[in-house]
């Protein structure tokens, strides 16, 4: 059974950084997308950033510059760094990776509160 397991989500104050992590296990086939996608109270789920497994990268307009996806092929695992955190970057931040084009499997979140 595919798990992933996010950690590093918390509280900081604007301005500050935070690095997500997102570990998956169960996984016995080759990953091909990885990302991250956030929910805020509210609102509906975006995507954040993606990555491919030649790592392609893209980003939602509002976080270009302050935060990078990064990924370990090996360990299939993916991080987000953000940096510059905003109060409008509050949210539950889910990661998500896929077989092919899209996205299979999910996590179960990890909660990013930025307070100004």
């Known amino acids: 059974q595919v798990q992933l397991v996010e950690s590093g989500g918390g509280l900081v104050q604007a301005g500050g950084s935070l690095r997500l992590s997102c570990a998956a296990s169960g996984i016995y086939f080759r990953i091909n997308t990885m990302g991250w996608y956030r929910q805020a109270p509210g609102k509906q789920r975006e995507l954040v950033a993606g990555?491919?497994?030649?790592?392609?990268?893209n980003y939602v307009d509002s976080v270009k510059g302050r935060f990078t996806i990064s990924k370990d092929n090996a360990k299939n695992t993916v991080y987000l760094q953000m940096n510059s955190l905003k109060p409008e970057d509050t949210a539950v931040y889910y990661c998500?990776?896929?077989?092919?084009?899209?996205?299979?499997?999910w996590g179960q979140g990890t909660q990013v509160t930025v307070s100004s």
């Open positions: 998500a990776m896929g077989r092919n084009i899209g996205y299979d499997y």
């Open positions: 990555i491919t497994r030649r790592g392609s990268t």
